[in-house]
């Protein structure tokens, strides 16, 4: 019999074997409602999650429960994309213009962006410093006094009355495209990550230079050093990873890998590259709903920080530990791709945002300060200060199936485990990788 | 789940009154809810009970940790909601109503929707009485997670309920049904290879002993994916993982169980390659699960 015949067999084996295996579950072990939501809005502490993980594999009504939610939660999704009003541009009338249209604007835009960003390789160092980012200085009147305006704050600006919330507005979404910029080279999306690594690793053979990871982590230090220290409203400590403004330039980096040509390279393209084309009176608007779209995703952000905040503090959401030499310190790395550090044996935490899409799955802190996470999607990020993180570059792995494990002995040297067992070893830092035996 | 209310609360003096107005202040709820801090102090003492119910925490920060994450807002309605107020309900009716239909729809059909969700309905807003007073499903919202998601969880657990009963009770009415027929036919009936059975059984027994092995969340995803039928997307949504993680990793497990059985039947049972491509064969043939499943239990 084929291996196809066998493994149709097999499914079936399965399916009944598991549909009629409920022994030993009883119905008053079942979890009230207000648990099963909870879990499906996986808001349950670590402890409680592996226990009803248990229960579930073993209890058909329970599962049975779940599945209908996970049915019910479709529909609400369905429901959301049709009050949307944008379905009729699915259909299959509008499908091929509208595609035909946009691979025109996309080209355009990257042409665009191309020359743009070959004038912009110069200034690049001055672009990564907050302080200085007035980019649509030479652009626009109003852009061009946005940079001193906003160390002192209430302007005492020459331009009109307008003219201060136009300065505050254009320094916000000043820095929010740098951050933007920095945040697409340090963290790039999985997608282009992994078709650009065989390029990358040429590059890094190549060229005498450090690391782009290198280079760009050192500048985010400056940024964060820079950037004030951050409490939420009870007072409990957030580490400040990115500076202020990153909230809204996370949340455009976060959007950017499923609408890769959206806003941050058309915006790009339209305030920075060609300024003398566009109408002045149309920039203060576009700036203005730029930043509100900006502010909008600062409020988003924060509200999603402080309720991860809070299931953190309270070992609401699962993740898993990692501890490193040091009883007293450890981290805390959770599925919702926040870590948490604590230097008083868990007694309180100071949390970071990973700004990853990928799911971290084991972590290796060699000494208190350094710390290696590697992620089912292939990622691994490395601090070695205790405070920011950098991308590693990942083994070029054959039919690979994402990392399970890690082991680290410093900052240079660490042993990874793929899901099928295999292993990769590193002495410099992830430069290059060699299979370990 | 009655039992699941707790009616008295260990946690009386761990949740402040300053506690509730924070609460209440971050629900940013209209004042013609007239939701006194006192009221949701009350909800957030079992709330916190619910939760640390095993191991109650000693540190206020802790609590506030918690009450953090709860969904401030969603609860405040639910509170103003169980007090009878005609604004909360209002809104309530507003924001929730076509979803609850639409949640019905999906989860029991056209036809038995509209009557799982007007009986939810109905104890939402609290018909039932005891001891004189009006007692309302919202009662048991604790805020842990979304009211839509509470909603679908006392939807499907309804819709459940009933459907097993139904089907409990079919299985012994109606004797119309071939495969139950078959289920409770004698051994000797089956078949007429004696070699078959024997087969199934030995099969069937190294399938539950390599299920026996697999991780809870492994477990968990094989039975989404081949009981439950849904979707990579689906699962993914329940067990929090990407649908491509969610199918590699069903794979994974779907190769380590083929693997432990072969290996299980070639060692422990002694089969040759040729019985054990019989094996296969005759499993893709119907046969009466619950008689292997018991003849594997004698092996």
């Known amino acids: 019999m084929a291996s196809r015949e066998e493994d149709k067999a097999m499914a079936g084996l399965l399916r009944r074997t598991l549909a009629s295996d409920a022994a030993g579950v009883e119905s008053k072990d079942c979890p009230a409602p207000e648990v099963l939501a909870a879990y499906f809005d996986r808001a349950l502490g670590v402890d409680e999650t592996a226990r009803y993980d248990l229960h579930f594999s073993r209890c058909s009504r329970c599962r049975e429960q779940l599945a209908a939610m996970a049915r019910a939660g479709d529909v609400d999704e369905a429901q959301k994309e049709a009050a949307s009003g944008w379905n009729w541009l699915r259909t299959p009338r509008w499908l091929m213009p509208t595609a035909a249209a946009f691979a025109v604007l996309v080209l355009m835009a990257g042409i665009t962006l191309y020359k743009w960003k070959s004038v912009e390789v110069a200034n690049e160092v001055t672009m990564l410093r907050p302080d200085a980012v007035p980019l649509a200085a030479p652009e626009s009147p109003a852009a061009a006094s946005a940079a001193p305006s906003e160390s002192s704050a209430p302007a005492t600006s020459a331009s009109g009355a307008a003219e201060p919330k136009n300065q505050m507005l254009s320094g916000d979404v000043a820095r929010a495209k740098a951050a ?64 202020v403004p990153s909230s809204a330039a996370r949340d455009s980096a976060a959007r950017a890998p499923q609408e890769e040509t959206k806003p941050s390279g058309a915006a790009k393209g339209k305030t920075s590259a060609r300024p003398a084309a566009s109408a002045p009176a149309a920039a203060p608007s576009r700036l203005a709903a730029t930043s509100n779209l900006a502010a909008r995703g600062a409020r988003d952000a924060a509200e999603r920080a402080r309720i991860q905040q809070a299931q953190m503090s309270s070992n609401l959401i699962a993740g898993f530990m990692v501890q490193t030499p040091d009883t007293n310190v450890l981290w805390m790395v959770s599925d919702s791709g926040s870590v948490g550090r604590s230097e008083d044996g868990g007694a309180s935490w100071k949390y970071q945002s990973l700004e990853t899409h990928d799911h971290f799955v084991a972590g290796s802190a060699p000494t208190v300060k350094i710390c290696w996470l590697v992620g089912v999607h292939g990622e691994i990020l490395r601090t070695i200060d205790g405070k920011t993180w ?44 060699d299979v370990a035996k | 789940m009655q039992a699941h209310m707790p009616t008295t609360s260990p946690a009386k003096q761990i949740v402040s009154l300053k506690m509730a107005q924070g609460l209440l202040q971050r629900a940013a709820m209209p004042a013609d809810w007239q939701l006194s801090p006192e009221r949701i102090q009350r909800t957030l003492e079992r709330s916190v009970a619910h939760r640390f119910a095993n191991a109650p925490p000693n540190d206020a920060r802790t609590i506030q940790g918690y009450l953090d994450s709860l969904h401030a807002a969603d609860l405040a309605l639910a509170c103003a909601c169980s007090n009878g107020n005609a604004a909360a309900w209002d809104s309530f009716v507003a924001q929730y109503r076509p979803e609850l239909y639409r949640a019905a729809r999906a989860i029991a059909g056209e036809a038995a929707s509209r009557e799982l969700a007007d009986s939810l309905y109905a104890e939402l807003y609290g018909l039932r009485e005891v001891a004189g007073q009006r007692k309302s499903l919202f009662d048991y919202f604790l805020g842990r997670s979304k009211l839509t998601t509470w909603l679908h969880a006392i939807l499907a657990q309804r819709y459940v309920d009933a459907f097993r009963r139904a089907r409990h009770t079919e299985s012994f009415d109606d004797d119309s049904d071939p495969g139950d027929r078959a289920s409770l036919a004698a051994p000797a009936q089956l078949s007429s290879d004696p070699e078959r059975e024997r087969y199934l059984a030995m099969l069937q027994g190294v399938l539950l002993a390599a299920l026996g092995t697999l991780a ?84």
């Open chain 1, 180 to 243: 933007e910029q920095m945040y697409s080279r340090v963290l790039p999306s999985p997608p282009q990550k992994k078709q650009a690594t065989a390029a990358q690793g040429a590059r890094e053979k190549n060229a005498p230079v450090a690391p782009a990871t290198d280079s760009i982590s050192s500048a985010e230090n400056t940024m964060v050093a820079e950037a004030p220290p951050a409490t939420n409203a009870q007072g409990l400590d957030i580490a400040p990873m990115k500076p």
């Open chain 1, 390 to 433: 950098a991308e590693i570059q990942p083994p070029i792995v054959a039919n690979f199936e994402g990392f399970a494990g890690i082991e680290a002995k410093d900052e240079s040297s660490a042993m990874v485990t793929t899901a099928d067992g295999r292993r990769f070893s590193t002495t410099d830092g992830g430069k290059t990788w």
């Open chain 2, 216 to 299: 809870a969340r492994d477990r968990l995803r094989l039975a989404y994916y081949y009981v439950e039928g849904l979707t990579l997307a689906q699962i993914g949504k329940l067990v929090g993982e990407h649908e491509a993680t969610v199918s590699r990793k069903l794979e994974r497990t779907r190769r380590e169980v083929r693997k432990h059985v072969e290996a299980a039947l070639r060692r422990e049972k002694k089969l040759s390659e040729a019985q054990l491509r019989l094996c296969y064969e005759y499993a893709r043939e119907e046969w009466p699960f619950d008689l292997t499943q018991a003849l594997s239990a004698r092996e």
